[in-house]
Protein backbone atom coordinates (compact mmCIF):
# COMPACT_ATOMS: atom_id res chain seq x y z
CA UNK A 1 0.00 0.00 0.00
CA UNK A 2 1.60 3.07 -1.67
CA UNK A 3 0.32 5.93 0.49
CA UNK A 4 -2.71 7.90 2.88
CA UNK A 5 -4.45 10.45 0.83
CA UNK A 6 -6.04 12.69 3.91
CA UNK A 7 -9.02 14.85 2.66
CA UNK A 8 -10.84 16.99 4.64
CA UNK A 9 -14.70 17.84 3.83
CA UNK A 10 -16.67 20.47 5.66
CA UNK A 11 -20.32 20.26 5.77
CA UNK A 12 -20.07 16.91 5.86
CA UNK A 13 -23.44 15.86 7.39
CA UNK A 14 -24.88 17.72 4.34
CA UNK A 15 -26.67 16.43 1.20
CA UNK A 16 -23.42 17.02 -0.80
CA UNK A 17 -21.17 15.17 2.16
CA UNK A 18 -23.77 12.70 2.18
CA UNK A 19 -23.16 11.77 -1.78
CA UNK A 20 -19.35 12.48 -1.72
CA UNK A 21 -18.16 10.75 1.88
CA UNK A 22 -18.57 6.86 -0.05
CA UNK A 23 -17.38 7.71 -3.00
CA UNK A 24 -13.80 9.36 -1.55
CA UNK A 25 -13.76 6.25 0.88
CA UNK A 26 -14.42 3.89 -2.10
CA UNK A 27 -11.20 3.87 -3.93
CA UNK A 28 -12.61 5.18 -6.90
CA UNK A 29 -10.86 8.81 -6.69
CA UNK A 30 -7.38 8.05 -5.59
CA UNK A 31 -7.01 5.07 -6.78
CA UNK A 32 -6.83 1.26 -5.33
CA UNK A 33 -3.58 1.54 -3.85
CA UNK A 34 -4.28 4.55 -2.07
CA UNK A 35 -5.43 4.67 1.83
CA UNK A 36 -8.02 7.75 2.39
CA UNK A 37 -8.42 9.37 5.98
CA UNK A 38 -11.63 11.77 6.08
CA UNK A 39 -11.21 14.32 8.37
CA UNK A 40 -15.10 15.87 8.74
CA UNK A 41 -16.07 18.97 9.68
CA UNK A 42 -18.91 20.18 11.24
CA UNK A 43 -20.70 22.83 13.15
CA UNK A 44 -21.45 21.89 16.84
CA UNK A 45 -24.87 21.00 16.47
CA UNK A 46 -24.95 18.81 13.37
CA UNK A 47 -22.14 16.24 14.88
CA UNK A 48 -25.28 14.20 16.08
CA UNK A 49 -25.91 13.80 12.42
CA UNK A 50 -22.61 13.49 11.22
CA UNK A 51 -21.60 10.63 13.70
CA UNK A 52 -24.91 8.41 11.87
CA UNK A 53 -22.80 9.54 8.22
CA UNK A 54 -19.87 7.52 10.15
CA UNK A 55 -21.80 4.73 10.69
CA UNK A 56 -22.58 4.10 7.19
CA UNK A 57 -19.36 4.45 6.58
CA UNK A 58 -18.44 2.01 8.99
CA UNK A 59 -20.71 -0.56 8.02
CA UNK A 60 -19.89 0.09 3.79
CA UNK A 61 -16.70 -1.85 5.21
CA UNK A 62 -14.36 0.05 2.65
CA UNK A 63 -11.08 -1.87 2.87
CA UNK A 64 -9.07 1.18 1.45
CA UNK A 65 -10.88 3.70 4.20
CA UNK A 66 -8.29 4.70 7.07
CA UNK A 67 -8.54 6.77 10.02
CA UNK A 68 -12.28 9.00 10.47
CA UNK A 69 -11.79 12.49 12.73
CA UNK A 70 -15.07 14.00 13.12
CA UNK A 71 -14.84 17.50 14.99
CA UNK A 72 -16.41 21.27 15.03
CA UNK A 73 -12.98 22.54 14.73
CA UNK A 74 -11.31 23.89 11.34
CA UNK A 75 -7.68 23.26 12.99
CA UNK A 76 -8.04 19.94 13.73
CA UNK A 77 -9.88 18.82 10.83
CA UNK A 78 -7.54 20.43 8.46
CA UNK A 79 -4.34 18.65 10.22
CA UNK A 80 -2.05 17.18 7.56
CA UNK A 81 -4.74 17.22 4.75
CA UNK A 82 -3.77 16.72 0.91
CA UNK A 83 -7.23 17.96 -0.01
CA UNK A 84 -9.43 20.44 1.32
CA UNK A 85 -13.06 20.13 -0.36
CA UNK A 86 -15.13 22.94 1.78
CA UNK A 87 -18.65 22.40 1.01
CA UNK A 88 -19.98 23.67 4.70
CA UNK A 89 -22.15 26.91 4.69
CA UNK A 90 -25.15 28.10 4.92
CA UNK A 91 -27.96 27.39 2.55
CA UNK A 92 -30.04 30.52 1.08
CA UNK A 93 -32.62 31.43 3.11
CA UNK A 94 -36.51 32.20 2.24
CA UNK A 95 -36.59 35.89 1.09
CA UNK A 96 -32.88 36.16 1.74
CA UNK A 97 -30.94 38.34 -1.04
CA UNK A 98 -27.71 37.14 -2.67
CA UNK A 99 -25.60 39.49 -0.82
CA UNK A 100 -27.06 38.63 2.67
CA UNK A 101 -25.81 35.43 1.63
CA UNK A 102 -22.21 36.42 0.76
CA UNK A 103 -22.51 38.28 4.35
CA UNK A 104 -23.34 35.50 5.93
CA UNK A 105 -21.44 32.62 4.54
CA UNK A 106 -18.07 34.89 4.16
CA UNK A 107 -16.70 34.91 7.86
CA UNK A 108 -16.96 31.00 8.02
CA UNK A 109 -14.05 31.19 5.15
CA UNK A 110 -11.89 33.49 7.12
CA UNK A 111 -11.41 31.01 9.90
CA UNK A 112 -11.13 28.47 7.74
CA UNK A 113 -8.41 29.92 5.29
CA UNK A 114 -6.62 30.65 8.42
CA UNK A 115 -6.85 27.18 9.53
CA UNK A 116 -5.47 25.85 6.33
CA UNK A 117 -1.81 26.55 7.79
CA UNK A 118 -2.29 23.08 9.76
CA UNK A 119 -2.46 21.46 6.42
CA UNK A 120 0.70 19.23 4.43
CA UNK A 121 2.55 21.02 2.13
CA UNK A 122 0.74 19.68 -1.80
CA UNK A 123 -2.35 21.05 0.11
CA UNK A 124 -5.17 21.47 -2.85
CA UNK A 125 -8.26 23.36 -1.83
CA UNK A 126 -11.68 23.39 -3.72
CA UNK A 127 -14.41 25.65 -2.68
CA UNK A 128 -18.05 23.84 -2.78
CA UNK A 129 -19.93 26.28 -0.74
CA UNK A 130 -22.05 29.08 -1.85
CA UNK A 131 -21.00 31.53 -3.00
CA UNK A 132 -18.06 30.07 -4.08
CA UNK A 133 -15.81 32.15 -6.00
CA UNK A 134 -16.34 34.91 -3.46
CA UNK A 135 -15.99 32.31 -0.80
CA UNK A 136 -12.85 30.65 -2.21
CA UNK A 137 -11.37 34.56 -2.83
CA UNK A 138 -11.62 35.08 1.30
CA UNK A 139 -10.11 31.41 1.81
CA UNK A 140 -7.23 31.86 -0.45
CA UNK A 141 -6.45 35.12 1.12
CA UNK A 142 -6.09 34.21 4.38
CA UNK A 143 -4.42 31.07 3.25
CA UNK A 144 -1.98 32.57 1.28
CA UNK A 145 -1.45 35.49 4.13
CA UNK A 146 -0.24 31.92 5.88
CA UNK A 147 2.50 30.91 3.13
CA UNK A 148 -0.23 28.60 0.94
CA UNK A 149 0.29 29.49 -2.80
CA UNK A 150 -2.95 30.92 -4.65
CA UNK A 151 -2.75 28.75 -7.16
CA UNK A 152 -3.65 25.56 -4.82
CA UNK A 153 -7.38 27.05 -4.95
CA UNK A 154 -10.22 26.74 -7.06
CA UNK A 155 -13.62 27.65 -6.90
CA UNK A 156 -15.95 24.91 -8.17
CA UNK A 157 -17.69 25.02 -11.70
CA UNK A 158 -17.45 21.98 -12.58
CA UNK A 159 -20.67 21.22 -12.43
CA UNK A 160 -22.01 24.01 -14.40
CA UNK A 161 -18.92 22.51 -16.61
CA UNK A 162 -20.90 18.77 -17.08
CA UNK A 163 -24.23 20.55 -16.97
CA UNK A 164 -23.18 22.35 -20.38
CA UNK A 165 -21.51 19.41 -21.46
CA UNK A 166 -24.73 17.48 -21.22
CA UNK A 167 -26.92 19.38 -22.83
CA UNK A 168 -25.05 19.95 -25.88
CA UNK A 169 -24.48 16.27 -26.28
CA UNK A 170 -28.30 15.85 -26.06
CA UNK A 171 -29.24 18.20 -28.38
CA UNK A 172 -26.28 17.00 -31.08
CA UNK A 173 -27.23 13.46 -30.07
CA UNK A 174 -24.01 12.01 -28.95
CA UNK A 175 -22.49 10.42 -26.14
CA UNK A 176 -21.46 13.05 -23.38
CA UNK A 177 -18.00 11.38 -23.37
CA UNK A 178 -17.77 13.52 -27.24
CA UNK A 179 -18.03 16.32 -26.11
CA UNK A 180 -14.79 18.17 -24.91
CA UNK A 181 -13.23 21.84 -24.21
CA UNK A 182 -16.10 22.86 -22.36
CA UNK A 183 -15.36 26.10 -20.92
CA UNK A 184 -17.69 27.39 -17.66
CA UNK A 185 -16.64 31.49 -17.45
CA UNK A 186 -16.83 33.20 -14.64
CA UNK A 187 -18.90 32.97 -11.10
CA UNK A 188 -20.56 29.83 -10.57
CA UNK A 189 -24.22 31.96 -10.67
CA UNK A 190 -26.57 32.77 -13.05
CA UNK A 191 -24.39 35.18 -14.78
CA UNK A 192 -21.85 32.16 -15.79
CA UNK A 193 -21.34 31.66 -19.40
CA UNK A 194 -21.24 28.42 -20.42
CA UNK A 195 -18.93 28.73 -23.88
CA UNK A 196 -20.41 26.79 -26.57
CA UNK A 197 -18.32 28.57 -29.08
CA UNK A 198 -14.90 26.95 -28.11
CA UNK A 199 -16.23 23.50 -26.68
CA UNK A 200 -15.79 20.58 -29.46
CA UNK A 201 -17.84 17.59 -29.92
CA UNK A 202 -15.53 14.53 -31.39
CA UNK A 203 -13.27 17.41 -32.23
CA UNK A 204 -15.51 19.59 -34.30
CA UNK A 205 -16.42 22.68 -33.15
CA UNK A 206 -20.10 22.76 -31.21
CA UNK A 207 -21.51 25.65 -33.82
CA UNK A 208 -20.49 23.63 -36.80
CA UNK A 209 -22.15 20.42 -35.23
CA UNK A 210 -25.03 21.86 -33.91
CA UNK A 211 -26.00 24.56 -36.40
CA UNK A 212 -28.84 26.34 -34.16
CA UNK A 213 -26.78 29.22 -33.42
CA UNK A 214 -29.77 30.58 -31.72
CA UNK A 215 -30.22 27.68 -29.53
CA UNK A 216 -26.64 27.91 -28.77
CA UNK A 217 -26.81 31.29 -28.09
CA UNK A 218 -30.24 31.77 -25.65
CA UNK A 219 -31.51 28.50 -24.90
CA UNK A 220 -28.79 26.70 -23.94
CA UNK A 221 -27.00 29.39 -22.14
CA UNK A 222 -30.22 30.02 -20.05
CA UNK A 223 -30.40 26.54 -19.57
CA UNK A 224 -26.87 25.66 -17.97
CA UNK A 225 -27.50 28.97 -16.02
CA UNK A 226 -31.16 27.82 -14.37
CA UNK A 227 -30.31 24.26 -14.19
CA UNK A 228 -29.40 24.27 -10.10
CA UNK A 229 -32.90 26.30 -9.92
CA UNK A 230 -34.72 23.77 -12.07
CA UNK A 231 -33.46 20.94 -10.12
CA UNK A 232 -34.51 22.35 -6.67
CA UNK A 233 -37.65 23.53 -8.60
CA UNK A 234 -38.17 19.72 -9.38
CA UNK A 235 -36.63 17.73 -6.60
CA UNK A 236 -37.80 20.69 -3.99
CA UNK A 237 -33.81 20.30 -2.79
CA UNK A 238 -30.75 22.00 -4.50
CA UNK A 239 -28.13 19.44 -6.70
CA UNK A 240 -26.37 17.15 -4.43
CA UNK A 241 -25.68 13.95 -6.35
CA UNK A 242 -24.58 15.57 -9.44
CA UNK A 243 -22.13 18.34 -7.17
CA UNK A 244 -20.42 15.42 -5.46
CA UNK A 245 -19.96 13.69 -8.64
CA UNK A 246 -18.73 17.13 -10.05
CA UNK A 247 -16.32 17.76 -7.09
CA UNK A 248 -14.99 14.54 -7.49
CA UNK A 249 -14.22 15.22 -11.21
CA UNK A 250 -12.93 18.02 -10.16
CA UNK A 251 -9.92 16.38 -7.78
CA UNK A 252 -9.35 13.47 -10.45
CA UNK A 253 -8.86 16.16 -13.49
CA UNK A 254 -6.17 17.91 -10.62
CA UNK A 255 -4.77 14.43 -9.48
CA UNK A 256 -4.11 13.55 -13.57
CA UNK A 257 -2.86 14.92 -16.42
CA UNK A 258 -5.77 16.42 -18.80
CA UNK A 259 -6.35 14.65 -21.91
CA UNK A 260 -3.82 16.14 -24.84
CA UNK A 261 -5.70 19.27 -26.25
CA UNK A 262 -8.65 19.21 -23.75
CA UNK A 263 -9.74 21.52 -20.75
CA UNK A 264 -11.61 21.77 -18.04
CA UNK A 265 -13.45 24.76 -15.61
CA UNK A 266 -12.23 26.42 -12.36
CA UNK A 267 -12.50 29.35 -10.49
CA UNK A 268 -9.57 30.30 -9.95
CA UNK A 269 -7.12 33.21 -8.79
CA UNK A 270 -7.50 36.03 -11.60
CA UNK A 271 -4.19 37.89 -12.82
CA UNK A 272 -5.76 39.75 -15.90
CA UNK A 273 -5.32 36.78 -18.68
CA UNK A 274 -8.55 37.72 -21.06
CA UNK A 275 -8.52 41.16 -19.89
CA UNK A 276 -10.40 39.96 -16.39
CA UNK A 277 -9.71 42.05 -13.26
CA UNK A 278 -6.78 40.90 -11.19
CA UNK A 279 -8.14 39.73 -7.84
CA UNK A 280 -11.11 37.98 -8.49
CA UNK A 281 -11.92 33.75 -8.56
CA UNK A 282 -12.77 33.99 -12.26
CA UNK A 283 -13.96 30.67 -13.97
CA UNK A 284 -11.11 30.09 -17.00
CA UNK A 285 -9.86 26.81 -19.16
CA UNK A 286 -7.25 24.88 -17.24
CA UNK A 287 -5.08 22.32 -17.87
CA UNK A 288 -3.51 19.63 -15.54
CA UNK A 289 -0.45 18.58 -15.39
CA UNK A 290 -0.94 15.79 -12.67
CA UNK A 291 -0.84 15.98 -8.93
CA UNK A 292 -2.27 19.72 -9.03
CA UNK A 293 -0.17 21.64 -11.22
CA UNK A 294 -2.10 23.28 -13.59
CA UNK A 295 -1.98 26.21 -16.17
CA UNK A 296 -4.57 28.20 -17.67
CA UNK A 297 -5.40 27.71 -20.93
CA UNK A 298 -4.24 31.12 -23.05
CA UNK A 299 -5.54 32.30 -26.54
CA UNK A 300 -8.97 31.34 -26.47
CA UNK A 301 -10.51 33.05 -29.02
CA UNK A 302 -13.64 35.16 -27.55
CA UNK A 303 -16.19 36.60 -30.16
CA UNK A 304 -17.91 39.90 -29.43
CA UNK A 305 -20.82 38.10 -28.21
CA UNK A 306 -18.19 36.00 -25.46
CA UNK A 307 -16.97 38.95 -24.35
CA UNK A 308 -20.05 40.66 -23.24
CA UNK A 309 -21.15 37.76 -21.84
CA UNK A 310 -18.04 37.59 -19.74
CA UNK A 311 -18.43 41.17 -18.47
CA UNK A 312 -21.83 40.61 -16.87
CA UNK A 313 -20.53 37.59 -15.05
CA UNK A 314 -17.08 39.73 -14.26
CA UNK A 315 -18.95 42.72 -13.43
CA UNK A 316 -21.38 40.21 -10.51
CA UNK A 317 -17.96 39.17 -9.53
CA UNK A 318 -16.49 42.39 -8.92
CA UNK A 319 -20.06 43.41 -6.62
CA UNK A 320 -19.22 40.28 -4.54
CA UNK A 321 -16.56 41.49 -3.98
CA UNK A 322 -17.24 44.53 -2.70
CA UNK A 323 -19.52 43.04 0.02
CA UNK A 324 -16.82 41.43 1.63
CA UNK A 325 -14.13 43.77 0.96
CA UNK A 326 -13.37 43.81 5.03
CA UNK A 327 -13.11 39.84 5.34
CA UNK A 328 -10.70 39.90 3.32
CA UNK A 329 -8.43 42.62 5.72
P1 LIG B 1 -26.69 21.28 3.27
O1 LIG B 1 -27.43 22.40 3.93
O2 LIG B 1 -27.37 19.96 3.10
O3 LIG B 1 -25.33 21.02 4.06
C1 LIG B 1 -24.47 22.04 4.42
C2 LIG B 1 -23.78 21.59 5.68
O4 LIG B 1 -22.81 22.58 6.02
C3 LIG B 1 -24.72 21.44 6.90
O5 LIG B 1 -24.61 20.14 7.43
C4 LIG B 1 -24.21 22.50 7.86
O6 LIG B 1 -24.32 22.11 9.22
C5 LIG B 1 -22.76 22.64 7.41
N1 LIG B 1 -22.12 23.89 7.83
C6 LIG B 1 -22.67 25.14 7.94
N2 LIG B 1 -21.77 25.99 8.41
C7 LIG B 1 -20.61 25.32 8.58
C8 LIG B 1 -19.33 25.65 9.07
N3 LIG B 1 -19.05 26.88 9.47
N4 LIG B 1 -18.40 24.69 9.09
C9 LIG B 1 -18.67 23.43 8.73
N5 LIG B 1 -19.88 23.03 8.28
C10 LIG B 1 -20.83 23.97 8.21
O7 LIG B 1 -26.18 21.85 1.89
P2 LIG B 1 -25.63 21.07 0.62
O8 LIG B 1 -26.75 20.75 -0.28
O9 LIG B 1 -24.73 19.97 1.06
O10 LIG B 1 -24.80 22.24 -0.10
C11 LIG B 1 -23.63 22.77 0.47
C12 LIG B 1 -23.18 24.02 -0.25
O11 LIG B 1 -22.89 23.73 -1.61
C13 LIG B 1 -24.26 25.12 -0.28
O12 LIG B 1 -23.61 26.37 -0.02
C14 LIG B 1 -24.74 25.08 -1.70
O13 LIG B 1 -25.29 26.31 -2.12
C15 LIG B 1 -23.46 24.75 -2.43
N6 LIG B 1 -23.54 24.24 -3.81
C16 LIG B 1 -22.58 24.58 -4.67
C17 LIG B 1 -22.53 24.11 -5.96
C18 LIG B 1 -21.43 24.48 -6.90
O14 LIG B 1 -21.50 24.04 -8.06
N7 LIG B 1 -20.39 25.23 -6.52
C19 LIG B 1 -23.62 23.25 -6.48
C20 LIG B 1 -24.40 22.56 -5.42
C21 LIG B 1 -24.66 23.37 -4.18
O15 LIG B 1 -25.79 24.19 -4.39
Known sequence: MARTVKVAVTGAAGQIGYALLPRLASGE??????????????????LSALNGVVMELQDCAFPLLDKVVVTDKAEEAFEGINWALLVGSKPRGKGME????????GPIFVGQGKALAKAASDLQVLVVGNPANTNCLIAMTHAHRAGIPRER???????????????????AGVRVGAVTNMTIWGNHSATQ??????????????????GHAAWLREEFIQTVQQRGAAVIAARGLSSAASAANAALDHVMSMERPTAEGDWFSAGVYSEGAYGIQAGLMFSVPVQSQGKGNWSRVEGVKLSDFAREKIKVTEDELKEEKAVIEDLLK
Open 29 to 46: IFGHDTRVALHLLEITPA
Open 98 to 105: RKDLIRDN
Open 153 to 171: FAAMTRLDQNRAASQLADK
Open 193 to 210: YPDAENARINGKPVPEVI
